[in-house]
């Protein structure tokens, strides 16, 4: 790692001297490349400017990742939407993750109780549930795409997770209308837009407004009924949760409040996504395939399955980069940053360091092996401190189970001899071609045991 320079400099960290809107033009084409290119240049600390010109600081170096991770949280304000815009317009303003303290730390507690250790085995046996039901409609001997068949599962377990019992028909039609919403937006002309002019580019839209309004009438009905009908105790979906903890503060929650935190829990992209680039890059890998495969049917603890979701999530982080605002002045790699920098630990750059992760573009879970540690500041897929992802566990647990599921009842191969590379969706980055493979149905051998846990 390149040593700090001795003296503080008020200026910030090098970066492009191209005009801000030639940034914001190849960050909107090429966010990736782009990235790579200035890391190659630049080094480990640099800055873009993309939006209004505002400096985003881009850090790779675990050791300033660690300072902003652990500063002082009303230090820090929430810098999400900065770095999506369409966060603002898709989560609500009272969104957890766009909220700065104290109210964002106030609504941290009040969900973390949902992604609690002991919720965990409930929730298990719900997500093998789900994915045996979904796996057993997908198509055989026909090229397919996997990851909408993923996001498919994954709006399954996190609206029984959200809103448990609720009336199938009106859980078909949220889901019906959160895929459309989500259809809408993924569009890669309006993403590239989106990326180009920020939110206002989507909030205008009224095509935008109609998919968004027919989600929040229908979670608002929703929560409007179980209002009426009260949370009984021993209910502890999300929902009940959240209820219960608003009213413990003595402040219950607005429907807009409701509105926001709900559409955040529902609007889980990254896991439909990483579990796409699972089967990406793992098929393209027969024995650590074969390897996987041989672990999940002996059902004999998940030390290579661990590894295998841990080195998806290094190689293919659905979302690159983190980002926090300064509300003072922060001292970092021998610059005084100043108050309203946009500081932004880079997933996906610090995740392809030779130097952390030796010959990085390779995938090969079996870094992860033999007890060798992902680094708290150095491994961070679901980013850090007071910020870090609530459900990092639930997404985990959600995509081994569905691996499991998958590697029981099937035997897939890729649709194509290449690899897919990375292109954007609504808030992250998902494989080009939508993981297409072919899956043959597999017959149970005698080395299949039944899962220990159902
Ligand atoms: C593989 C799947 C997932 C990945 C890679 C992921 C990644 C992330 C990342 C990078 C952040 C920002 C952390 C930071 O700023 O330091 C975040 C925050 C968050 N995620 Fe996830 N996430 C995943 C799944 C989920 C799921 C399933 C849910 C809910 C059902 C969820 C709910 C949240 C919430 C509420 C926050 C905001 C936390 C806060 O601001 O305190 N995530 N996630």
């Known amino acids: 790692m390149t040593p700090a320079p001795a003296a503080s400099k008020t200026k910030l960290p090098p970066g492009p001297r191209i005009p801000t809107t030639l940034q914001a033009a190849i960050w909107a084409l090429r966010p990736l490349e782009f990235m790579d290119r200035c890391e190659a240049r630049y080094g480990e600390i640099l800055t873009l400017r993309i939006r209004r010109g505002k400096p985003w600081v881009l850090l790779t170096n675990p050791e300033h990742v660690k300072l902003v991770f652990t500063r002082a949280s009303e230090l820090m304000g929430a810098g999400a939407g900065e770095a999506n815009p369409l966060l603002e317009p898709l989560l609500g303003p009272r969104s957890v993750m766009l909220l700065d303290e104290p109210e964002h730390m106030g609504d941290r507690k009040r969900l973390l109780p949902s992604f609690h250790g002991g919720r965990m085995k409930d929730y298990g046996a719900m997500m093998s549930e789900i994915a045996r039901e979904k796996v057993a409609t997908w198509p055989t001997g026909e090229p397919f795409e996997l990851w909408p068949r993923m996001q498919a599962i994954s709006m399954e377990v996190v609206m029984r997770s959200v809103f448990d019992g609720i009336d199938?028909?009106?859980?078909?039609?949220?889901?019906?209308?959160?895929?459309?919403?989500?259809?809408?937006?993924?569009?890669?002309?309006?993403l590239a837009m989106l990326a180009a002019f920020g939110s206002r580019s989507i909030t205008a839209n009224s095509g935008f407004r109609q998919a968004m309004g027919k989600v929040e009438s229908v979670v608002l009905d929703e929560v409007r009924e179980r209002r009426a009908r009260?949370?009984?105790?021993?209910?502890?979906d999300i929902f009940s949760l959240l209820e219960r903890g608003h009213a413990e503060s003595g402040q219950p929650a607005s429907e807009q409040k409701m509105r926001d935190e709900l559409v955040t829990m529902l609007s889980d992209g990254p896991t439909a996504t990483s579990l796409a680039w699972v089967f990406e890059r793992l098929l393209r890998?027969?024995?650590?395939?074969?390897?996987?495969?041989?672990?999940?049917?002996?059902?004999?603890?998940?030390?290579?399955?661990?590894?295998?979701?841990?080195?998806?999530?290094?190689?293919?982080?659905?979302v690159p980069l983190v980002m926090r605002r300064l509300v003072t002045p922060m001292e970092l790699g021998g610059y005084t940053l100043p108050a309203d920098t946009i500081v932004a630990p880079c997933i996906y750059l610090m995740h392809r360091r030779a130097d952390i992760y030796p010959q990085p573009l390779e995938f090969r879970p079996e870094r992860f092996l033999g007890g060798a540690d992902a680094g708290a500041y150095s491994w961070i897929p679901f980013g850090g401190g007071v910020r870090r992802c609530v459900a990092a566990s639930f997404a985990q647990l959600e995509i081994k189970r569905v691996i499991a599921v998958v590697l029981r009842e099937l035997e897939l191969r890729p649709a194509q001899a290449g690899s897919e590379g990375a292109a954007r969706s609504s808030v992250s980055f998902a494989p080009g071609g939508g993981a297409r493979v072919i899956a043959t149905r597999r017959t149970p051998g005698p080395a299949d045991r039944q899962p220990l846990a159902a």
Request: aromatic share 4%; hydrophobic share 35%.
């Open 168 to 190: 199938p028909e009106r859980g078909a039609l949220l889901r019906e209308r959160i895929a459309e919403l989500t259809n809408w937006i993924n569009r890669p002309r309006r």
């Open 230 to 236: 009260g949370v009984a105790p021993e209910q502890e």
């Open 285 to 318: 890998y027969p024995p650590k395939l074969a390897r996987l495969r041989e672990e999940v049917l002996r059902d004999e603890g998940d030390e290579y399955l661990d590894a295998v979701v841990k080195e998806t999530l290094r190689l293919c982080p659905a």
